[in-house]
């Protein structure tokens, strides 16, 4: 289970163009030989599946119920008439391409629809400033594209803010869907951009694919790209076990993104049994005393003669000076955690004149290039297809998510109402500790006074 952004009543209403009145086998004069399964929008998915005895029946379910995703027998807009863009921005993350790749097929064979257009290196494409060239998408280009790492449209950070000049492109190309494939930041431009289209009473639905490597967007029970990110963090914790467990007074500390959510190493760590310790943004930790650290360091060091450390790239951030350097996605450059604990803890072990093999792995930028393994290129495929059939039935200023085993339509403003982080007090971060046998990273009196809180809170 994982915390997320709390809303009274979420309203999962999504914004629609007008009303979507076209057949697509009147317009293509095709026969819909499969007899699809049509999803209706009077069709949805329970957002919270707990119950307790008696309570069935006592919520309003009004704020309860999820769109469901998929074709609509009724569409918007006229397929052979459409001109669609795609755009990646931000960091990169496994499947990028193949979310692409889905897009440009799903409108090709299934729609008719051969006007679509690449914006390259994130929102800039889209920005007159740059003079970034368009790519122009088919199944030519694009169907091998999926076992390539990265993105063929390039991708950056930033520029989300030129909503004006953005919606200029837009409406200037006649571009009338447009496929915002990131992270938060990205999503909020996006959501922008659908206010600002909105304002000119200008046609263009704005779909997004939620992408981020943390997994950690609101309203998304996964995204794309994290079960590849966790499958290779996992090689680079067996190579640091293997460098700490063959050594005297061996120490491995392997370091994986998560700026504000541990999501990564906690799937990490339950994934392989060599993980000995787990830092989290999430949970504070104590690096000197009885109960930190280094203490715990150095009894496991005595006993077992190596030890396993896995952090999350926002971890530990309060024993560092604080950064006042600022990405162009506005977000805080944090300090190196995984160098900082590499230089304390040979210091530590330097005090106490023990020898130690220590050795530091950041896997990170591996990760974030690589290609989607087969069951993220098999979820980016999906997400990309159930995207275009949200477009094409004119819904417009929402992501395509998955919840619950079902993929849904979430309003873009409910999944940027928050960060999805990892619950100390729930199932995942009990599962971890259960399974590294970690102990209690910090001095008894704050531990009590946490649970006493928790207890409170509740």
């Known amino acids: 289970m994982s915390k997320t952004f709390k809303m009274k009543k979420p309203d999962f209403t999504i914004p629609l163009l007008g009303k979507p009145t ?40 009004r704020y ?16 052979s008439k459409v001109r669609a863009g795609i755009v990646t921005c931000g960091g990169l993350c496994p499947g990028l391409n193949d979310v692409i790749r889905a897009i440009v097929m799903t409108l090709w064979y299934r729609y008719g629809t051969k006007l ?11 920005l007159s400033q740059f003079n970034l060239p368009v790519m122009e998408l088919n199944p030519e280009i694009v169907s091998k ?63 997004g694919v939620p992408k981020t490597i943390d997994n950690d967007l609101c309203f998304v ?44 190493a906690a799937n990490t760590a339950l994934a392989i049994n060599d993980v000995n310790y787990v ?4 949970v504070k930790f104590d690096l000197e005393g009885e109960n930190g650290l280094f203490a715990n360091l150095e009894r496991r060091l005595k006993q077992l003669n190596h030890a396993v450390i896995l952090v999350a790239e926002g971890a530990g951030q309060e024993y560092m000076k604080d950064s006042e350097a600022i990405d162009e996605s506005g977000n805080v450059k944090l300090n190196d955690i995984g160098i900082f604990l590499k230089e304390q803890i040979g210091e530590y072990f330097k005090k106490k004149k023990v020898d130690i093999n220590l050795k530091y792995i950041d896997p990170s930028y591996m990760i974030r290039s690589a290609p989607a393994n087969s069951n993220d290129s098999v979820y980016c495929t999906k997400l990309g297809a159930y995207a275009v059939h949200a477009a094409m039935a004119g819904k417009t200023g929402m992501i395509v998510s998955f919840i619950n085993s079902h ?13 999805k982080r990892v619950d100390p007090h729930q199932e995942l971060w009990r599962d971890v500790i259960e399974a590294t046998g970690q102990p209690l990273l910090i001095k008894e009196r704050r531990a009590k006074h946490r649970a006493k809180k928790a207890r409170n809170d509740k």
């Open 22 to 61: 076209l057949q697509l086998s009147s317009m293509t004069h095709k026969k819909d030989v499969w007899r699809t399964s049509y999803v209706n929008d009077d069709q949805f998915i329970l957002h919270d599946i707990s119950v307790s005895k008696g309570s069935l029946g006592s919520n309003d379910n």
């Open 145 to 207: 594209i999926h076992s390539l790492g990265g993105t063929i449209l390039g991708s950056s950070r930033g520029h989300g803010e030129c909503i004006e000049e953005i919606v200029d492109s837009l409406e200037r190309m006649n571009i009338n869907m447009l496929f915002v494939i990131g992270g938060d930041g990205t999503q909020r431009g996006a959501l922008d951009i659908t206010e600002e289209a909105k304002k000119r009473n200008l046609k263009i639905s704005i779909v």
């Open 407 to 419: 993929f849904v339509h979430v309003p873009i403003r409910l999944a940027v109402s928050g960060r």
């Open 279 to 282: 830092l989290i943004p999430e």
């Open 116 to 126: 679509i257009s690449g914006f390259m290196y994130g929102y800039r494409g889209l």
């Open 64 to 79: 309860n119920l999820i769109e469901k995703a998929g074709p609509r027998e009724n569409i918007y807009f006229d397929p």
């Open 221 to 264: 029970d996964k995204s794309f790209g994290f079960e590849t990110a966790v499958s290779r963090a996992v090689d680079a914790v067996s190579c640091a076990h293997v460098e700490a467990h063959d050594g005297v007074n061996g120490i491995g500390i392997v370091k994986v993104m998560g700026r504000e959510s541990g999501f990564i």
